[in-house]
């Protein structure tokens, strides 16, 4: 038997199989966004809302005071579902679609549309909704988003009829999508930022940078550092869960790094028949996808209808906005910004995709489900706006999932759609 350390998956197949736990978690998310809408509607309502109120011991004195387990499931669990976006993108830059530019110009100008349409057809039923309030326009963002995990389970239930190549233009064009909700919450959705706070947080990531440039390889040896930038992004005024996109994109994509790169080292050191990023990802996504994204799920999809106020005008116009941003903003956004970006030259539709597929890609954009929930969180205090929100998303989500099944089931064709490493 060799000794030899094995060496990482070929990058041609780790999308393959990030997209089959991706499909694979979309079908539990499903089941725990369901599971969280029946408690907090059912007798024990009251045992939801306690449950997630529950004040944790855990606090600092002068630096971080005891939280609710709410918050440590949006502010604290969802740092780890960040950073596991921040290895997505920094893997894709350097190995994946995103290190083509010829690659990437299509998904990257297709997300863009699904970005900007949504926002401005959102703001188009808030100006035009009479008696809607400005802070309702706060939620903007909120259609924008995609969900990859839900996105590709809707996918692989939509048939046989989807090309792989289009099942990748999904995955890069959701990556794509990412980056633009992470840019647009640090920078809309951030409170007034404080320099003490930034100064914590660049002590983090000076830390991590020293430790990487020694080659240290273990994980927990990383925990301080992302602690110290957690806080700091905490104390700052920026979403403290960013704090995973910031130390994934600075991961390691080598094998080799620091010192051990330096000196040129003909062979990987023992134990290090992966590159960083890979481990961490392959460490870490399953967790995510199947523990953190659920429990995210279960935490913030209990919208109690009782809540639900469609009759004053601010929450009706952004439920309208969100509901028309999801199912009919996103395909608008990201059909036209492809067919502008085929038609002038930029870029030619993956081999073996049709405009059909592309149509077919606008509408499993819709489904927003955890980041637009996550964005809504951020937008609203008002408890009947972030209810009726929700509730919105629910609705968009499960519409735009519903028609993107009953349009993979009409195209022709017999490619598999999901591949297994």
Not at 304 to 327: E, Q, S, Y
Request: proline residues 7%; glycine residues 10%; hydrophobic residues 60%.
């Amino acid at each position: 038997m060799s000794t030899e350390p094995s060496h990482a998956p070929h990058p041609a197949l780790w999308p393959l199989r990030f997209i089959s736990v991706e499909a694979a978690s979309g079908i539990v998310l499903l089941l725990a966004a369901a599971l969280a809408l029946a408690w907090a509607n059912s007798p024990w309502a009251g045992a939801y809302q306690a449950l997630w109120q529950l004040r944790l011991p855990l606090a600092l004195p002068g630096v971080l005071p005891a939280q609710d387990l709410h918050f440590w499931v949006n502010d604290g669990l969802m740092t780890v579902f960040f950073l596991v976006v921040g290895l997505e993108i920094r893997r894709e830059l350097h190995e994946g679609a995103l290190s083509d530019p010829k690659v990437a110009t299509l998904p990257a100008m297709a997300a863009l549309g699904g970005v900007a349409v949504p926002a401005l057809l959102y703001l188009l039923v808030n100006a035009l909704a009479a008696g809607a309030e400005p802070l309702a326009r706060r939620g903007w963002a909120i259609p924008t988003a995609t969900d990859i995990a839900f996105a590709v389970g809707v996918l692989s239930l939509a048939g046989k009829a989807v090309p792989p190549a289009v099942r990748m233009l999904l995955l890069t064009l959701a990556i794509v999508d990412d980056i633009v909700a992470i840019v647009v919450i640090a920078l809309f959705y951030s409170s007034s930022i404080r320099a003490a706070g930034l100064a914590l947080g660049a002590a983090g990531v000076l830390a991590a940078l020293t430790l990487q440039r020694l080659s240290v390889r273990s994980g927990l040896a990383y925990l301080l550092p992302g602690a110290l930038v957690w806080l700091g992004m905490l104390h700052a005024g920026v979403h403290p869960a960013l704090t995973g996109v910031v130390l994934g994109l600075l991961t390691p994509v080598t094998v080799t790094f620091g010192r051990e790169l330096r000196a040129a080292h003909p062979q990987s050191p023992p134990g290090a028949a992966e590159a960083p990023v890979v481990r961490m990802q392959d460490l870490l996504h399953p967790w995510v996808a199947f523990g953190i994204m659920p429990l995210f799920a279960v935490a913030n999809a209990g919208v109690a209808l009782a809540g639900v106020d469609l009759g004053a005008a601010a929450p009706r116009a952004a439920a309208g906005g969100i509901v028309l941003g999801l199912t009919l903003g996103k395909p608008l956004g990201i059909v036209l910004a492809s067919f502008a970006a085929v038609s002038l030259g930029l870029c030619a539709l993956p081999k073996g995709a049709r405009w059909s597929h592309i149509g077919l890609l606008g509408v499993m954009g819709g489904i927003g489900f955890t980041m637009s929930i996550f964005i809504t969180e951020l937008a609203f205090d008002d408890t009947e706006l972030v209810a009726t929100a929700k509730f919105a998303v629910l609705i968009g989500s499960a519409l735009a999932g519903t028609i993107g099944i009953i349009l993979g089931r009409l195209q022709p064709g017999s490619a598999p759609i999901i591949a297994r490493a």
